[in-house]
């Protein structure tokens, strides 16, 4: 049964920085490229980053590019998105999955509020 746990969310001020984390189980981690997501309410779910199976080149939407950093830890079957420069528009529920067609069912999420 595949899981994804997405944590580290939070109410931040505009500036700050969080990391969030996304513990995954129930498939082969190490072979799948790995993308994060957000949403915020009333619009659509959109990729923010990912990172490439084998070769691990990540990639970047415009929005956050050069403020979000995306990395794997492989032992740890973990994705991570390291955000800095945090914008009130960056406010939305994250979510983790692998770059697959279709996708593995959605975790919950976390949750990144940023206001002063």
């Known amino acids: 049964q595949v899981q994804l746990v997405e944590s580290g969310g939070g109410l931040v001020q505009p500036g700050g920085s969080l990391t969030l984390s996304c513990v995954a189980s129930?498939?082969?981690?190490?072979?799948?490229?790995m993308n994060w997501y957000r949403q915020a309410p009333g619009k659509e779910r959109e990729m923010v980053a990912f990172?490439?199976?084998?070769?691990?080149?990540?990639h970047y939407h415009p929005a956050v590019k050069g403020r979000f950093t995306i990395s794997r830890d492989d032992a740890k079957n973990t994705v991570y998105l390291q955000m800095n420069n945090l914008k009130p528009e960056d406010t939305a529920v994250y979510y983790c999955?692998?770059?697959?067609?279709?996708?593995?069912?959605w975790g919950q999420g976390t949750q990144v509020t940023v206001s002063s």
């Open positions: 990172i490439t199976y084998p070769d691990g080149v990540d």
């Open positions: 129930g498939f082969t981690f190490s072979v799948y490229g």
């Open positions: 999955n692998a770059a697959r067609n279709p996708t593995w069912t």
